[in-house]
């Protein structure tokens, strides 16, 4: 009978489902803004979801750098220091110290625009090493097309970015070829730190025809600064970041930051479940929505034409 009842139970452990063994994912930012946040969260639900539960099995760290590079390089010694079973950076600046900080911690970077121009990986198919993550790229092309569409007057873009961020330096490069393509001018105004946000959003008054922001974390951090002066001179204001429109953009065309947490997510889990992140391609994140905000709109003397009303995941009014 013993062998039986050996047997039987070998069967039914099989059947079980694994029980996720305890782990510890570490999470930073470079700082906090709706956007990244629904990313974290993203990737948390994920976790959830997969059976890593925290306060039973998972242990979910978060650090903030608050806008300042100084501490994204020492929260990342730290946690390269607690040897976490995955560190998952959110944005530019928090990958490249992580990068930096480890080469033996499994890294899942997310909110990267340009990973390669970043230096995070050499290969995007093969990334080699300990690092992988999702690039959240925008389609700078189609921003451009919604501003015209929205402003067919439009001749100058007024490109509001932080110098100091390579993901925004990369998408200025884009930015002015898929300008000249659609007959446009790019001037710039930097911002290195949120409390010149402001200042440099006035710098682009009477030089150009609207304002457009990337997935910039430290313009994003302080838009509302940028939104005032917008306001206050009739400059319309695009963001590339969705979850910027409710905080004073006219508009935006790009991903939903939940779902890309959500994809990032699931490269974590195949790592926590033993792939090679070197092993797991660079993804770009799929999906875009379209949000506007008509309120906005009317108080920079903008109105919104019913072709992109009619085609808006969301309206805010």
């Given amino acids: 009978m013993r062998p039986i009842l050996l047997a039987l139970a070998a069967t039914l452990a099989l059947s079980l489902p694994a029980k996720a063994e305890n782990v510890t994912v570490a999470v930073t930012a470079i700082v906090e803004h709706p956007a990244l946040d629904a990313a974290r969260k993203g990737v948390l ?4 979801a997969a059976g890593y539960k925290e306060g039973e099995n998972l242990k979910f760290v978060f650090e903030s750098a608050q806008g300042n590079p100084a501490t994204a390089a020492q929260i990342a010694r730290q946690f390269a220091g607690d040897e976490p079973n995955v560190i998952v950076p959110i944005s530019t600046p ?3 110290a992580v990068v930096s900080a480890t080469r033996d911690i499994p890294v899942v970077f997310t909110a990267v625009s340009d990973p390669l121009g970043a230096q995070l990986v050499k290969n995007m198919d093969k990334p080699g090493g300990n690092v992988t993550g999702l690039s959240d790229m925008s389609p700078v092309g189609e921003h451009l097309a919604l501003i015209k569409e929205i402003l067919p007057k439009v001749k100058t873009i007024g490109y509001l970015y932080n110098s100091g961020e390579a993901n925004s330096v990369s998408l200025l490069a884009v930015l002015k070829a898929e300008a000249e393509k659609a007959g ?14 402001q200042g440099a959003a006035r710098a682009l ?5 609207a304002i457009y922001i990337p997935t ?15 306001e206050e001179s009739k400059l319309p204001l695009f963001t590339a970041d969705t979850d910027s429109v409710s905080r004073g953009s006219i508009a935006a065309l790009g991903f ?10 699931e490269i974590v889990v195949r790592v926590l479940k033993g792939e090679n992140p070197g092993d797991i391609a660079v993804k770009t994140a799929a999906g875009s929505d379209l949000v506007v905000n008509k309120a906005e709109a009317a108080k920079m003397g903008v109105t919104l034409p019913e072709s992109v009303l009619s085609r808006a995941s969301k309206v805010i009014e």
């Fill in 256 to 265: 939903n930051y939940y779902d890309v947490g959500k994809q990032t997510g």
């Fill in 94 to 96: 928090s990958a490249q």
């Fill in 205 to 209: 008054v009477g030089r150009a025809d």
């Fill in 45 to 48: 639900d994920v976790l959830t």
């Fill in 184 to 197: 446009l001018t790019v001037v710039e105004s930097a911002a290195t730190k949120s409390a010149e946000v």
């Fill in 216 to 230: 910039d974390n430290t313009i994003i951090s302080a838009l509302e600064g940028a939104v005032a002066v917008a």
